[in-house]
Protein backbone atom coordinates (compact mmCIF):
# COMPACT_ATOMS: atom_id res chain seq x y z
CA UNK A 1 0.00 0.00 0.00
CA UNK A 2 0.80 3.67 -0.39
CA UNK A 3 -0.01 6.82 1.07
CA UNK A 4 -0.36 10.23 0.30
CA UNK A 5 0.78 13.37 2.24
CA UNK A 6 1.39 16.76 0.55
CA UNK A 7 -0.13 15.41 -2.53
CA UNK A 8 3.27 13.18 -3.00
CA UNK A 9 3.33 8.97 -2.68
CA UNK A 10 5.04 7.49 0.54
CA UNK A 11 6.94 4.27 -0.09
CA UNK A 12 6.13 1.30 2.07
CA UNK A 13 9.82 1.51 3.19
CA UNK A 14 9.77 4.79 3.80
CA UNK A 15 6.47 4.79 6.03
CA UNK A 16 7.85 2.23 8.31
CA UNK A 17 10.75 4.32 8.77
CA UNK A 18 8.88 6.97 9.68
CA UNK A 19 6.96 4.20 12.03
CA UNK A 20 10.45 3.23 13.77
CA UNK A 21 11.67 6.95 14.35
CA UNK A 22 8.24 7.79 15.96
CA UNK A 23 7.71 4.49 18.19
CA UNK A 24 11.73 4.82 19.21
CA UNK A 25 10.91 8.81 20.20
CA UNK A 26 7.82 7.68 22.21
CA UNK A 27 9.73 4.69 23.95
CA UNK A 28 12.35 7.06 25.31
CA UNK A 29 9.86 10.00 26.12
CA UNK A 30 7.43 7.34 27.83
CA UNK A 31 10.24 5.57 30.12
CA UNK A 32 11.99 8.76 30.91
CA UNK A 33 9.06 10.72 32.55
CA UNK A 34 7.72 7.56 34.03
CA UNK A 35 7.38 7.77 38.62
CA UNK A 36 8.24 3.51 38.92
CA UNK A 37 12.22 3.63 38.76
CA UNK A 38 14.31 3.78 41.58
CA UNK A 39 17.72 5.33 40.23
CA UNK A 40 18.76 7.35 37.35
CA UNK A 41 22.18 7.46 36.16
CA UNK A 42 24.25 9.38 33.30
CA UNK A 43 27.37 7.97 32.30
CA UNK A 44 29.73 8.33 29.21
CA UNK A 45 31.93 5.18 27.80
CA UNK A 46 34.64 5.34 25.27
CA UNK A 47 36.86 3.15 23.47
CA UNK A 48 37.67 1.29 20.04
CA UNK A 49 35.64 -0.19 17.23
CA UNK A 50 36.15 -2.71 14.93
CA UNK A 51 34.04 -3.05 11.50
CA UNK A 52 33.20 -5.30 8.63
CA UNK A 53 30.32 -5.21 6.33
CA UNK A 54 28.38 -8.63 4.99
CA UNK A 55 25.82 -9.53 2.61
CA UNK A 56 25.15 -10.51 -0.84
CA UNK A 57 26.42 -7.14 -2.26
CA UNK A 58 29.83 -7.66 -0.10
CA UNK A 59 31.72 -10.46 -2.35
CA UNK A 60 34.57 -10.86 0.43
CA UNK A 61 36.82 -8.78 3.01
CA UNK A 62 40.29 -8.75 3.92
CA UNK A 63 39.88 -7.34 7.74
CA UNK A 64 38.63 -5.11 10.16
CA UNK A 65 38.26 -1.44 9.93
CA UNK A 66 39.40 0.25 12.96
CA UNK A 67 37.97 3.30 14.29
CA UNK A 68 35.99 4.15 17.93
CA UNK A 69 33.04 4.92 19.86
CA UNK A 70 31.80 7.13 22.30
CA UNK A 71 28.12 6.37 24.14
CA UNK A 72 26.70 9.24 26.91
CA UNK A 73 23.82 7.23 28.33
CA UNK A 74 21.24 7.47 30.95
CA UNK A 75 19.78 4.05 32.53
CA UNK A 76 16.82 3.84 34.72
CA UNK A 77 16.61 1.23 37.29
CA UNK A 78 13.48 -0.56 38.15
CA UNK A 79 13.96 -2.79 40.64
CA UNK A 80 16.90 -4.69 41.79
CA UNK A 81 17.44 -6.10 38.62
CA UNK A 82 16.37 -4.36 35.38
CA UNK A 83 17.28 -1.55 33.67
CA UNK A 84 16.23 0.39 30.99
CA UNK A 85 19.09 2.45 28.98
CA UNK A 86 19.31 4.76 26.24
CA UNK A 87 20.88 8.28 25.13
CA UNK A 88 23.10 8.72 22.34
CA UNK A 89 26.14 6.90 20.55
CA UNK A 90 28.54 8.24 18.00
CA UNK A 91 30.25 5.21 16.40
CA UNK A 92 32.82 4.35 12.97
CA UNK A 93 31.98 2.04 11.21
CA UNK A 94 33.23 0.74 8.01
CA UNK A 95 34.87 -2.10 5.96
CA UNK A 96 38.88 -2.74 4.94
CA UNK A 97 39.45 -3.99 1.04
CA UNK A 98 36.20 -4.91 0.31
CA UNK A 99 35.13 -6.63 -3.12
CA UNK A 100 31.75 -5.32 -4.19
CA UNK A 101 29.20 -7.34 -6.22
CA UNK A 102 28.86 -5.14 -9.56
CA UNK A 103 32.66 -3.21 -9.11
CA UNK A 104 34.81 -6.61 -10.47
CA UNK A 105 37.48 -7.72 -8.41
CA UNK A 106 38.90 -3.93 -7.19
CA UNK A 107 38.90 -3.95 -3.20
CA UNK A 108 37.43 -0.53 -1.43
CA UNK A 109 37.61 0.78 2.16
CA UNK A 110 34.85 2.64 3.80
CA UNK A 111 35.26 4.13 6.64
CA UNK A 112 31.47 5.68 8.06
CA UNK A 113 30.37 7.88 11.11
CA UNK A 114 27.47 7.46 12.67
CA UNK A 115 24.92 8.98 15.25
CA UNK A 116 22.48 5.80 17.14
CA UNK A 117 19.59 6.11 19.79
CA UNK A 118 19.78 3.10 21.62
CA UNK A 119 17.04 1.50 23.09
CA UNK A 120 17.85 -1.34 25.71
CA UNK A 121 16.99 -3.42 28.30
CA UNK A 122 19.52 -4.52 30.51
CA UNK A 123 19.70 -7.15 33.60
CA UNK A 124 22.70 -6.92 36.37
CA UNK A 125 23.69 -9.60 38.38
CA UNK A 126 26.42 -8.70 41.64
CA UNK A 127 29.69 -10.68 42.42
CA UNK A 128 32.21 -10.23 44.64
CA UNK A 129 29.94 -8.97 47.53
CA UNK A 130 28.23 -6.76 45.61
CA UNK A 131 30.91 -4.09 44.78
CA UNK A 132 31.09 -5.67 41.20
CA UNK A 133 28.06 -6.37 38.49
CA UNK A 134 27.44 -7.98 35.41
CA UNK A 135 25.14 -7.39 33.15
CA UNK A 136 24.11 -8.69 29.83
CA UNK A 137 22.01 -6.44 27.90
CA UNK A 138 20.39 -6.08 23.96
CA UNK A 139 17.69 -4.59 22.40
CA UNK A 140 16.99 -2.16 19.08
CA UNK A 141 19.55 1.59 17.86
CA UNK A 142 17.87 3.09 15.37
CA UNK A 143 20.83 5.36 13.58
CA UNK A 144 21.74 8.19 10.94
CA UNK A 145 24.78 8.63 8.76
CA UNK A 146 26.95 11.66 9.13
CA UNK A 147 29.25 10.85 6.79
CA UNK A 148 30.98 8.88 4.91
CA UNK A 149 34.96 8.02 3.49
CA UNK A 150 36.23 5.61 1.23
CA UNK A 151 39.15 5.05 -0.99
CA UNK A 152 40.67 2.19 -3.09
CA UNK A 153 42.06 -0.85 -1.06
CA UNK A 154 45.33 -0.63 -2.08
CA UNK A 155 45.93 3.23 -0.25
CA UNK A 156 46.77 3.35 3.17
CA UNK A 157 44.65 6.72 3.79
CA UNK A 158 41.00 8.04 3.32
CA UNK A 159 41.96 10.53 0.67
CA UNK A 160 38.36 10.50 -1.18
CA UNK A 161 35.59 12.23 0.87
CA UNK A 162 32.07 12.15 0.73
CA UNK A 163 31.04 8.94 -0.79
CA UNK A 164 28.26 9.65 -3.62
CA UNK A 165 26.38 7.99 -6.34
CA UNK A 166 29.02 8.36 -8.56
CA UNK A 167 31.30 6.24 -5.54
CA UNK A 168 31.74 2.68 -5.79
CA UNK A 169 28.44 1.59 -3.98
CA UNK A 170 26.67 4.59 -4.63
CA UNK A 171 25.20 7.44 -2.16
CA UNK A 172 25.14 5.61 1.38
CA UNK A 173 21.95 5.45 2.66
CA UNK A 174 21.01 7.93 5.98
CA UNK A 175 19.41 5.61 8.02
CA UNK A 176 20.36 2.70 9.97
CA UNK A 177 19.02 0.07 12.45
CA UNK A 178 20.49 -3.08 14.03
CA UNK A 179 20.46 -4.98 16.90
CA UNK A 180 23.26 -4.88 20.10
CA UNK A 181 24.05 -7.24 22.03
CA UNK A 182 26.46 -6.31 24.58
CA UNK A 183 27.73 -7.07 28.70
CA UNK A 184 28.32 -3.89 30.84
CA UNK A 185 30.45 -4.94 33.99
CA UNK A 186 31.33 -2.05 36.89
CA UNK A 187 32.68 -1.81 40.00
CA UNK A 188 30.14 0.16 41.92
CA UNK A 189 31.75 2.30 44.67
CA UNK A 190 29.90 4.36 47.81
CA UNK A 191 27.00 7.16 46.74
CA UNK A 192 26.22 4.99 43.16
CA UNK A 193 29.09 6.21 41.02
CA UNK A 194 30.68 3.45 38.74
CA UNK A 195 33.79 3.10 36.88
CA UNK A 196 32.47 0.41 33.77
CA UNK A 197 33.79 -1.33 30.95
CA UNK A 198 31.21 -2.31 27.83
CA UNK A 199 31.79 -4.62 25.72
CA UNK A 200 29.00 -5.05 22.77
CA UNK A 201 28.43 -6.64 19.01
CA UNK A 202 26.27 -4.27 16.86
CA UNK A 203 24.45 -6.31 14.07
CA UNK A 204 23.37 -4.04 10.87
CA UNK A 205 19.58 -4.98 9.60
CA UNK A 206 19.27 -2.20 7.37
CA UNK A 207 21.59 -1.51 3.94
CA UNK A 208 24.34 0.81 4.12
CA UNK A 209 24.80 1.59 -0.14
CA UNK A 210 21.80 2.96 -2.00
CA UNK A 211 23.34 0.87 -5.22
CA UNK A 212 22.74 -2.56 -2.91
CA UNK A 213 19.22 -2.12 -2.11
CA UNK A 214 18.40 -0.53 -6.12
CA UNK A 215 20.38 -3.90 -6.68
CA UNK A 216 18.23 -6.57 -4.68
CA UNK A 217 21.22 -6.98 -2.61
CA UNK A 218 22.09 -6.20 1.38
CA UNK A 219 24.86 -4.96 2.45
CA UNK A 220 25.19 -4.44 6.14
CA UNK A 221 27.55 -2.86 8.95
CA UNK A 222 28.59 -4.88 11.71
CA UNK A 223 30.61 -3.65 14.35
CA UNK A 224 32.11 -4.91 17.80
CA UNK A 225 33.19 -2.09 20.17
CA UNK A 226 35.15 -2.03 23.56
CA UNK A 227 34.63 1.20 25.85
CA UNK A 228 35.70 1.97 29.15
CA UNK A 229 33.89 5.05 31.24
CA UNK A 230 32.06 6.27 34.58
CA UNK A 231 28.68 6.90 35.72
CA UNK A 232 27.03 8.74 38.78
CA UNK A 233 23.63 8.95 40.22
CA UNK A 234 21.12 11.29 38.92
CA UNK A 235 18.75 11.40 42.18
Known amino acids: MILLSDNKMTSPSRLRKIIVVRISFFCILFFLSSPIYSQNNLGILVGPSAATMSG ?6 SGLEWGFAAFINIDKEFGDRWSFV ?3 NVIQKGGKKLMLA ?3 DSTYGYQSMYLQLPLLIRAKFPFASGKWYVAPYSGFFIGGNLSMAWKPGEQFEFEEEGADENSPGGKPKKLEMGIPIGLHIWRQFPGGSRFMFDLHYELG ?3 VFQEAQDAGLKAKNNVICAMFGFSVPLQ
Not at 56 to 61: D, Q
Open 56 to 61: SYIKGS
Open 86 to 88: TGI
Open 102 to 104: IHG
Open 205 to 207: LAN
